[in-house]
Nanobody
Framework: QVQLVESGGGLVQAGGSLRLSCTASRNIFSMTLVGWYRQAPGMQREMVASLTRAGSTNYADSVKGRFTISRDITKNALYLQMNSLKPEDTAVYYC?????????WGQGTQVTVSS
């Protein structure tokens, strides 16, 4: 069992920035794949950004150039730096990690971007 805990969400004006953090009960660098999804009200959960164990990243087209995924070995944490936020970025953001082919999810953190 792997526990993931997100933090850093909140209310921000359009154009602003937030940094989401995710801490894990297991070494994040040992996970095959880690990343962030989001789910807006009435919408399906969508991939935002992912990071492989080897360090390759992937981003949704809607966030490319604005969001950056990273990890810190000293803090065993995963981050999502979100810049130039837009109202359409409003959603619950979930951290996830894959271990032995099984995904584990955090409880989510709310991000609200006001216009």
């Amino acid at each position: 069992q792997v526990q993931l805990v997100e933090s850093g969400g909140g209310l921000v004006q359009a154009g602003g920035s937030l940094r989401l953090s995710c801490t894990a009960s297991r070494n994040i660098f040992s996970m095959t794949l880690v990343g962030w999804y989001r789910q807006a009200p009435g919408m399906q959960r969508e991939m935002v950004a992912s990071l492989t164990r080897a360090g390759s990243t992937n981003y949704a087209d809607s966030v490319k150039g604005r969001f950056t995924i990273s990890r810190d070995i000293t803090k065993n944490a995963l981050y999502l730096q979100m810049n130039s936020l837009k109202p359409e970025d409003t959603a619950v953001y979930y951290c996830y990690g894959t271990v032995d082919g099984r995904p584990y999810w955090g409880q989510g953190t709310q991000v609200t971007v006001s216009s």
